[in-house]
Each structure stands twice: as structure tokens, then as C-alpha cells.
């Protein structure tokens, strides 16, 4: 699918580095996530913004800040990483509602690997 | 929180031959839906479900929202090489005023010999 983009598609960086995640929904939608899937893990829901607004926070770690400056645009700020946050972490937009809402759909996610 | 129980972990079926896989969970979903995952890419949707009892269809993929809404089973019929991926269950319930937040199984890792 091309109606999430997700880049940079890898990131090798250092536990002091500093670096963003940045995510494009072409499809309209009002709502975006960030994931993370590791290894042997399901998919773990980091946060959901509505409207732009951020709705959930699932205990992440201060280390990651996330950035919602419109509807279509989603970053993941990424700071003093930890080697056990190498990961894939995936974008996913959708619509929703009142009462419920659209399917997700998903990046191609951003390979991140912390040295 | 809400856990879903996604079984097998893993399958190694001849070409030809039919595939199920089925998640439960111990609380109610309004929502299931199965995705496939290949290899450096992101989960892409293969089916939603949005009524207890639905059975849908989407080419040889075929699957059903159990009737006590806490199940699901996804079947695949004469499977292909392009078949092989990570399978994924998800369950919403998205309502009021929550904003599609998904459960998501472990994955059911497909290989096909030919």
C-alpha cells in the first residue's frame, strides 16, 4: 500500500543520538497510530492521535515524543534510545467516528536499530 | 488489558493444501480483523468482520466473527507460495469514545513448501 508512507525506512543510531520517525497518510483519514513490533511480540500500540489531538499514550517511555502537526503527518521524536528499543515501529491511519470507525492501515514501518 | 490468543504460532503446509488459524480472546470485541504482514513490510488488511456470526470472503480467504463475539478463524483454501507471511488477528472496540484502539494476536507464520 502506498497510502501510509513511512521514512526513513532504516535507522541505525546511537544511544545518544537524536532522530525522527516521520509518517504521511494520503487517505484522509482523521486519526494515526504508532506501533511497535519486536521480535516474537505483538504489535504494541505507543500512541493514537485524533484530530491531531493525542488520545493515547500506552506508558511509553519519555524517550520517545510524538508530533502530530496535522491530520496527515505523524513523527516519532527519538531520544537516548536503549539497545532493547530496536524494533520496527509502524504508522497506521484511519477513520473514525462516533460509535466506531475504519479499519487501520499500515506503513511499511521504519527498521530501527540502536548500537 | 485485553489479550488476544492467536494459535498456531506457526504452519509448514504443502502447496495446494488448506490452512486454518483462529484467535480468542477472554473479553468481547466489536471488531476482528485479519491482517498479513510480508517480509519488510507493513501489516495490510485481508478482511474486517463487524457482526457476531458474519462469515465473509475475500478470494480463497474466508473468515468468521464467532457468535459470543470473543473468536475468530481465518481459513485460506488450495494455498499458494505467495501465501506465506505472519498472519495477524486484531480486535476493536472502537465505540463512544474510544478511537479504534486494536488488540493484536502473537502472528500465525506461514510457510508453504511447494
Redesign the interface.
Given at each position: 500500500?502506498t497510502g501510509?508512507t513511512?521514512t526513513p525506512r532504516h535507522l541505525v543510531m546511537g544511544m545518544t543520538n537524536k532522530k525522527s520517525l516521520k509518517c504521511e497518510q494520503h487517505l484522509g483519514h482523521n486519526?494515526m497510530y504508532w506501533y511497535k513490533q519486536s521480535a516474537?511480540?505483538?504489535?504494541e500500540?505507543m500512541f493514537?492521535y485524533?484530530f491531531k489531538e493525542q488520545?493515547?499514550n500506552n506508558s511509553v517511555p519519555s524517550r520517545f515524543s510524538p508530533e502530530c502537526p496535522n491530520s496527515s503527518h505523524l513523527f516519532l521524536h527519538l531520544h537516548t534510545l536503549q539497545p532493547e528499543d530496536s524494533a520496527l515501529y509502524?504508522c497506521?491511519s484511519?477513520q473514525?467516528s462516533?460509535?466506531?470507525?475504519?479499519?487501520?492501515?499500515?506503513?511499511?514501518?521504519t527498521r530501527l536499530s540502536i548500537l | 488489558g485485553q489479550q488476544?490468543n492467536q494459535s498456531p504460532q506457526s504452519m509448514f503446509i504443502q502447496e495446494g493444501e488448506d490452512v486454518s488459524m483462529n484467535c480468542t480472546s477472554s473479553s468481547i470485541f466489536?471488531?476482528w480483523?485479519w491482517?498479513k504482514q510480508d517480509p519488510?513490510?507493513?501489516?495490510?488488511?485481508l478482511i474486517?468482520l463487524y457482526k457476531a456470526g458474519e462469515l465473509t470472503s475475500n478470494g480463497r480467504l474466508t473468515a468468521q466473527f464467532g457468535i459470543t463475539r470473543k473468536d475468530s478463524f481465518l481459513n485460506i483454501s488450495a494455498s499458494i507460495p505467495s501465501d506465506v507471511g505472519i498472519y495477524?488477528c486484531a480486535g476493536?472496540n472502537?465505540?463512544?469514545?474510544s478511537?479504534?484502539?486494536?488488540?493484536?494476536?502473537?502472528?500465525t507464520i506461514l510457510t508453504v513448501h511447494p
Open positions: 500500500e501510509v513511512q486519526a516474537k511480540k505483538p504489535l500500540l493514537v485524533n488520545t493515547e509502524l497506521a484511519s473514525v462516533a460509535g466506531g470507525g475504519q479499519p487501520q492501515h499500515f506503513g511499511d514501518g | 488476544l466489536n471488531t480483523l491482517y519488510g513490510e507493513g501489516p495490510v488488511l474486517a495477524f476493536d472502537a465505540g463512544g469514545t478511537y479504534g484502539k486494536l488488540t493484536f494476536g502473537q502472528g
